[in-house]
């Protein structure tokens, strides 16, 4: 039994981001993960694409089912901590490469054979495993992680889902972070979000406004400035 399940989309960039910042505070306070399949592509389902979301949205989110299908063969043949090690190579391949986000063609290449094998070999695994692509026989197992994650918060969120301490702890939707933070404000916010999660009467926390993930797929680069907002409200020029 893991101490934090994390439900991914790996083409989810804000899950990404979460999942880099979890990744931080695991070495810190020497937690375990259990990294788990939440699809979008299947929570969205019975939506119109084409009235409901921008156009790149049915490709890529296409190309994470496509991509947990073969997560959940890597999980199947060689183990649950595999899954962490894919998902660590998929991310850095999907989102710490320059791409052009908007360009529908470009997201949907994620869920081909061209952009998972190198990604398989990054993690050590077989490149056989991207033959899962196309083998919709994973779904149901996909759909039943998916509908477990989304009974932990209900039904009106999406990726990432973290449920900490299983099987009877606290779980939550994100939180949706769009940059990483440094080592200690990592363990900070950690203890902000659990301080708050562990109140049972606590239901939400939201705003809409946010800023692009700061990633290179998203055009932010080391070389570029932007503005970081420090732990007392106030700002400072940084390289993002």
């Known amino acids: 039994m893991a101490d934090i399940n994390f439900y991914f989309d790996p083409t989810c960039p804000f899950a990404w981001l979460t999942s880099k910042w979890v990744r931080m505070v695991q070495v810190q306070r020497d937690y375990s993960v259990d990294w788990r399949f939440i699809s979008l592509r299947l929570l969205n389902a019975h939506v119109d694409y084409d009235t409901h979301f921008p156009p790149e949205y049915e490709a890529s989110h296409t190309a994470g089912l496509r991509l947990l299908r073969v997560a959940a063969r890597t999980r199947a043949e060689h183990g649950r901590e595999a899954v962490g090690t894919l998902y660590a190579a998929l991310g850095e391949h999907a989102f710490e490469r320059e791409l052009v ?3 529908a063609a470009s997201v949907g290449r994620r869920g081909t054979p061209e952009f998972v094998c190198p990604a398989l070999a990054d993690a050590g695994l077989p490149t056989e495993l991207a033959d899962a692509l196309d083998d919709s026989g ?4 996909l759909k039943a992680e998916t509908d477990e994650a989304l009974a932990l918060t209900g039904r009106d969120v999406g990726t990432p889902i973290l449920h900490f301490e299983p099987p009877d702890g606290f779980a939550f939707f994100g939180p949706v972070i769009s940059r990483l933070p440094n080592e200690q404000q990592a363990a900070q916010l950690w203890d902000h979000v659990i301080g708050l999660a562990r109140f049972p009467g606590f239901a939400e926390l939201k705003r ?3 800023e692009l993930p700061q990633l290179p797929a998203f055009g932010v680069g080391s070389d570029q400035i932007g503005i ?6 106030g700002s400072r020029r940084l390289k993002s």
């Open 101 to 103: 986000p908007d360009d």
């Open 208 to 210: 809409s406004r946010r």
């Open 228 to 233: 970081q907002q420090d732990w007392h409200g």
């Open 138 to 141: 994973w779904d149901a197992q």
